[in-house]
């Protein structure tokens, strides 16, 4: 089993920053990949950023040179470093861990933080 353990959501005014971390659970997170989602009231649920195994990244356009997403294996945990804070940015954030394995497939997510972008 996988668990999933968010934190670092909260209330910040617009251009301010949050860091997001997920710590995982289990043996398989060093070959997963890692993503961070993130759902607004009413909104679809969207693809923030993910991490490859190998440290590649990919951003969502809405968050490209303000977002940062990092993996620690060693932690088992994976960042994402939120700055310029857009009140659209406001939403539940979730932690997402993937990993196929030919017939069988790991996809497990997180609990879901607030984050809150309002003066």
């Known amino acids: 089993q996988v668990q999933l353990v968010e934190s670092g959501g909260g209330l910040v005014q617009p251009g301010g920053s949050l860091r997001l971390s997920c710590a995982a659970s289990?043996?398989?997170?060093?070959?997963?990949?890692m993503g961070w989602y993130r759902q607004a009231p009413g909104k679809q649920r969207e693809l923030v950023a993910g991490?490859?195994?190998?440290?590649?990244?990919h951003y969502a356009d809405s968050v490209k040179g303000r977002f940062t997403i990092s993996r620690d294996n060693d932690k088992n945990t994976v960042y994402l470093e939120m700055r310029s804070l857009k009140p659209e940015d406001t939403a539940v954030y979730y932690c997402?861990?993937?990993?196929?394995?030919?017939?069988?497939?790991?996809?497990?997510w997180g609990q879901g933080t607030q984050v809150t972008v309002s003066s």
């Open positions: 289990g043996s398989i997170f060093s070959i997963a990949r």
């Open positions: 997402n861990l993937f990993a196929p394995r030919g017939s069988f497939q790991f996809n497990y």
């Open positions: 991490i490859n195994s190998d440290g590649s990244s």
